[in-house]
């Protein structure tokens, strides 16, 4: 069974413009997670989605936005970037909501120059 | 705020145990137990569970106070492939009311395993 994927793996954008990253879960996975990993903050969770609502928010600002595909693929956008969102932006995937186990993706690291 | 304290940093020597000691003082009666971990630039990856039973599997292994206030995460075998930082993290899982699947990732403990 192929993993979690995330697309891209790497990206550089500049101040103020916006990104688009892609996550596509485990197959037959339902429940999307978003978390943003920085040297100083560690891991932070971002959002849940499930059934194509998000069910969770972290404590982002509404910069931070994402939705969910009827195939249960999810992206995640950040508009306006600045530089404090270069990070390592990780999905994870479940069954379900409440699910014991989550995988995780490899990740996209974002550069914001 | 992560509801677990754990040391910063570990080491171990190779094809010993690792014993990786966890406090959650403030543990709910529906809140389980988790063990993740999480090798340089990769995504974290799920270790094991517990709710208040010991629990094993082929990576490790989970132990759990009576009174459910601590746990140590046990690698029988550490190789040099183990080093990295482990997070011990406490959530509301199943079919718990509230369960979610958020995780509050805290610090961790940087394993090294030394040859």
């Known amino acids: 069974k192929a993993g979690v994927t995330q697309t891209p793996r790497y990206l550089i954008k500049t101040r103020g413009q916006q990104v688009t990253l892609s996550c596509s879960p485990i197959s037959g996975h339902r429940s999307v997670s978003w978390y943003q990993q920085t040297p100083g903050q560690g891991l932070q969770f971002l959002f849940e989605?499930?059934?194509?609502?998000?069910?969770n928010k972290g404590n982002f600002p509404g910069r931070f936005s994402g939705r969910q595909f009827s195939n249960s693929r999810s992206e995640m956008n950040v508009s306006t970037l600045e530089l404090g969102d270069s990070a390592l932006y990780l999905c994870a995937s479940s069954f379900g909501q409440g699910a014991f186990e989550q995988y995780f993706g490899p990740g996209t690291r974002l550069t914001v120059t | 705020d992560a509801k677990t304290t754990q040391p910063p940093s570990m080491d171990c020597a190779e094809g010993r145990a690792a014993n990786l000691p966890c406090n959650h003082s403030?543990?709910?009666?529906?809140?389980?137990v988790y063990w993740y971990r999480q090798i340089h630039s990769q995504g974290p990856q799920y270790i094991i569970h517990g709710l208040k039973n010991n629990e094993t599997n082929e990576m490790a292994s989970l132990i759990i106070t009576e009174d459910r206030k601590s746990s140590t995460l046990i690698l029988p075998h550490a190789t040099l492939r183990d080093t990295a930082v482990y997070y011990c993290i406490v959530r509301v899982a199943g079919n718990s009311g509230g369960a979610t699947n958020k995780l509050i990732f805290g610090t961790g403990t940087l394993l090294a395993v030394q040859p």
């Open positions: 403030t543990i709910s009666g529906n809140e389980y």
């Open positions: 989605y499930f059934s194509e609502t998000q069910r």
